[in-house]
Protein backbone atom coordinates (compact mmCIF):
# COMPACT_ATOMS: atom_id res chain seq x y z
CA UNK A 1 0.00 0.00 0.00
CA UNK A 2 0.85 3.48 -1.18
CA UNK A 3 0.54 6.50 0.72
CA UNK A 4 0.88 10.04 -0.38
CA UNK A 5 1.74 13.02 2.39
CA UNK A 6 1.41 16.64 1.92
CA UNK A 7 2.80 19.19 3.59
CA UNK A 8 3.49 23.18 3.31
CA UNK A 9 0.04 24.60 2.60
CA UNK A 10 -0.88 27.66 4.79
CA UNK A 11 -2.33 31.29 4.68
CA UNK A 12 0.38 33.77 2.48
CA UNK A 13 -0.14 37.01 1.34
CA UNK A 14 -0.49 37.77 -2.83
CA UNK A 15 3.10 37.67 -3.96
CA UNK A 16 4.64 35.48 -1.41
CA UNK A 17 5.60 32.16 -1.97
CA UNK A 18 5.10 28.96 -0.31
CA UNK A 19 6.81 25.04 -0.89
CA UNK A 20 4.28 21.86 -0.82
CA UNK A 21 6.25 18.39 -0.36
CA UNK A 22 5.47 15.53 -0.72
CA UNK A 23 6.58 12.22 0.79
CA UNK A 24 5.71 8.65 -0.96
CA UNK A 25 5.30 5.45 2.02
CA UNK A 26 4.72 2.15 1.61
CA UNK A 27 5.88 -0.55 -0.37
CA UNK A 28 8.91 -0.03 -1.72
CA UNK A 29 8.00 2.19 -5.46
CA UNK A 30 9.82 4.24 -7.80
CA UNK A 31 6.40 6.03 -10.35
CA UNK A 32 7.29 6.93 -13.47
CA UNK A 33 5.85 10.80 -12.33
CA UNK A 34 4.71 12.55 -9.71
CA UNK A 35 2.59 15.36 -9.61
CA UNK A 36 0.41 18.12 -8.06
CA UNK A 37 -3.10 19.05 -8.93
CA UNK A 38 -5.29 21.92 -7.28
CA UNK A 39 -8.95 21.84 -6.29
CA UNK A 40 -10.71 24.69 -5.94
CA UNK A 41 -14.04 25.13 -4.40
CA UNK A 42 -16.72 24.68 -7.20
CA UNK A 43 -14.17 23.74 -9.57
CA UNK A 44 -12.86 20.33 -11.38
CA UNK A 45 -9.34 19.38 -10.18
CA UNK A 46 -7.32 20.53 -12.69
CA UNK A 47 -3.79 19.71 -13.43
CA UNK A 48 -0.45 22.06 -12.25
CA UNK A 49 2.47 20.65 -12.64
CA UNK A 50 4.52 16.89 -13.07
CA UNK A 51 7.89 15.79 -13.12
CA UNK A 52 9.48 12.30 -14.40
CA UNK A 53 11.08 9.85 -13.03
CA UNK A 54 13.80 11.49 -15.56
CA UNK A 55 13.18 14.89 -14.30
CA UNK A 56 11.20 15.78 -17.22
CA UNK A 57 8.91 18.67 -15.92
CA UNK A 58 5.21 20.41 -17.41
CA UNK A 59 3.58 23.15 -15.83
CA UNK A 60 -0.34 24.64 -16.20
CA UNK A 61 0.19 28.13 -18.42
CA UNK A 62 -1.41 29.05 -15.41
CA UNK A 63 1.72 28.44 -13.42
CA UNK A 64 4.91 28.60 -15.50
CA UNK A 65 7.30 31.08 -14.53
CA UNK A 66 6.39 31.01 -10.60
CA UNK A 67 6.34 27.37 -9.98
CA UNK A 68 9.06 25.08 -10.11
CA UNK A 69 8.90 21.42 -9.22
CA UNK A 70 11.45 19.33 -8.17
CA UNK A 71 11.77 15.55 -7.10
CA UNK A 72 14.43 13.80 -4.69
CA UNK A 73 14.09 10.23 -6.43
CA UNK A 74 15.86 8.58 -3.80
CA UNK A 75 13.19 9.63 -1.07
CA UNK A 76 10.27 9.38 -3.10
CA UNK A 77 9.61 13.09 -2.45
CA UNK A 78 8.29 15.88 -4.81
CA UNK A 79 8.48 19.46 -4.23
CA UNK A 80 6.48 22.19 -5.39
CA UNK A 81 7.96 25.73 -4.58
CA UNK A 82 5.34 28.39 -5.52
CA UNK A 83 6.35 31.65 -6.39
CA UNK A 84 4.25 35.18 -6.50
CA UNK A 85 0.83 33.50 -5.03
CA UNK A 86 -1.99 35.27 -6.48
CA UNK A 87 -5.51 34.49 -5.05
CA UNK A 88 -6.54 32.46 -7.85
CA UNK A 89 -3.84 30.17 -6.69
CA UNK A 90 -6.19 29.81 -4.18
CA UNK A 91 -7.15 25.81 -3.96
CA UNK A 92 -6.47 22.27 -1.96
CA UNK A 93 -3.12 21.01 -3.40
CA UNK A 94 -3.02 17.13 -4.35
CA UNK A 95 0.23 15.24 -4.42
CA UNK A 96 -0.08 12.00 -6.96
CA UNK A 97 2.18 9.59 -8.15
CA UNK A 98 1.69 7.14 -10.69
CA UNK A 99 2.91 3.73 -11.85
CA UNK A 100 2.06 4.12 -15.34
CA UNK A 101 3.85 5.46 -18.64
CA UNK A 102 1.83 7.86 -20.64
CA UNK A 103 4.03 10.83 -23.09
CA UNK A 104 2.05 13.34 -20.98
CA UNK A 105 0.58 13.32 -17.26
CA UNK A 106 -2.19 16.46 -16.94
CA UNK A 107 -5.24 14.59 -16.36
CA UNK A 108 -6.04 12.89 -13.05
CA UNK A 109 -6.87 9.22 -14.46
CA UNK A 110 -3.46 8.74 -15.55
CA UNK A 111 -2.57 8.90 -11.54
CA UNK A 112 -2.41 5.54 -9.07
CA UNK A 113 -2.02 7.27 -5.98
CA UNK A 114 -3.26 10.42 -4.01
CA UNK A 115 -2.35 12.79 -1.08
CA UNK A 116 -4.93 13.61 1.06
CA UNK A 117 -4.72 17.18 -0.07
CA UNK A 118 -3.45 20.38 1.89
CA UNK A 119 -4.90 24.01 1.80
CA UNK A 120 -3.09 27.05 0.11
CA UNK A 121 -4.65 30.46 0.34
CA UNK A 122 -3.06 33.38 -1.45
CA UNK A 123 -4.90 36.20 0.34
CA UNK A 124 -4.91 39.67 -1.79
Known amino acids: QVQLVESGGGLVQAGGSLRLSCAASGRTFSPYAMGWFRQAPGKEREFVSTITRASNTYFADSVKGRFTISRDNAQNTVYLQMNSLKSEDTAVYYC??????????????????WGQGTQVTVSS
Open 96 to 113: AASDRIYSVYDEPRRFDY
